[in-house]
């Protein structure tokens, strides 16, 4: 365990949900809620109608996709991971809504077995194209040595931004107007803090820290920035984004059991844990190198939507994510296909910690677009 990282103020929990001072700016009420737990109440819920009245809203969409996509061969694209919320957008997005999406998978070279099943199965059982970009090897292993080199705890960084920048940039390049997601409220609503995960699309910090300590030009590996995105193709390309699990019942047990039994889905142990770089990175490395366990906003999420008790929250949390066995294995996994020995992976989990404040970044700019997006009440939850 990595004695680094201590808490700079008394421990506190929160009394509603189990986010606690691992987040540093967190602040709690007189009653013990913390400001996750007070922002979903306030400026979420009021908003928030998975029930008739956002099918009603979402209907209108629907409608509209597939009258632009008439005399295409897909009306959406939608970017596919193995994971439940993208899996279940997929199957809704087809056998409720009778969209005709292009299913868009990133293969990153983290795949694990049930991934690459439930993409297969879901293609088979919809009967969807499925387009694969496959990241060339060579640049993502050396972005992602980079990101272990600078010593932050974002090492999903060269990951995130792979998926995210390959399924917006083909779909402003071939002229696709909607990008389904599985983005939703129902098991997102507490969202990680920057400093457990920084923002994957701030490309300024991304070429920074390949800058200082990369070894190879990035010369195809996908790379766009918040602002191509968020104004230059939803504004100049007309690209729009539609998170449909916001305007229905989504319960994750019920979602993942809905399509273990249509499709022959496979269940994996946590959120994300689809990847075994994300498993081994989220369930070991950030807890013990930096005291953050993400599992907390998870967890915290499906609190405040009725789908797992405190206690429950309490339970599971106490128990590390990992066994020894397996960290083991991971261990010398993640080091032979990063091109280093046990003992250098060791030696990079030692190093001194860092946070994405050490590298150039455009939060700034990134905090002013939240706030605007916050006024003109299009962000709702937590993002600091």
Known sequence: MNAQFAHKRPYQICSNCIMDTSDSNIVFDDRGWCDYCNNYHKNIVPHWHPDERGAAELAPVIEQIKKDGQGKDHDCILGISGGVDSSYVAYIAKEKFG???????????????????????LVDGLNLDLHTEVINWQEMKDLQLSFF??????????????????????????????ILTGANYSTECVREPLEWHYHATDLRQLKDIHKRFGTRPLKSFPLTDIFTYRIFYRFFKNVRVVKPLNSIPFHKESAMQELADKFGWQRYAHKHYESRFTRFYEGYWLPTKFGYDKRRAHFSSLILTGQM????????????????????????????????????????????????????????????????????????????
């Open 309 to 384: 008790s405190r206690a429950e929250a309490l339970e599971k949390i106490a128990v590390p994510a990992f066994n020894l066995d397996d960290v083991a294995q991971d261990f010398e996994y993640i080091a032979t296909k990063l091109g280093l020995s046990v003992a250098e992976l060791q030696a990079l989990h030692a190093g001194p910690n860092k946070t994405y404040k050490d590298y150039k970044n455009a939060m700034p700019l990134i905090d002013l677009g939240t706030r605007v997006l916050r006024l003109l009440g299009v962000q709702k939850a937590v993002m600091r």
């Open 99 to 121: 969209l005709r999406p292009l299913l868009f998978h990133v293969d990153a070279g983290w795949n694990s077995q049930q991934a690459v099943n439930n993409i297969e199965k």
């Open 149 to 178: 080199k600078a010593q932050v705890p974002h090492l999903d960084t060269p990951q995130d931004h792979a998926f995210f920048a390959g399924l917006y940039n083909y779909a402003a390049k071939n002229g696709i107007k909607y």
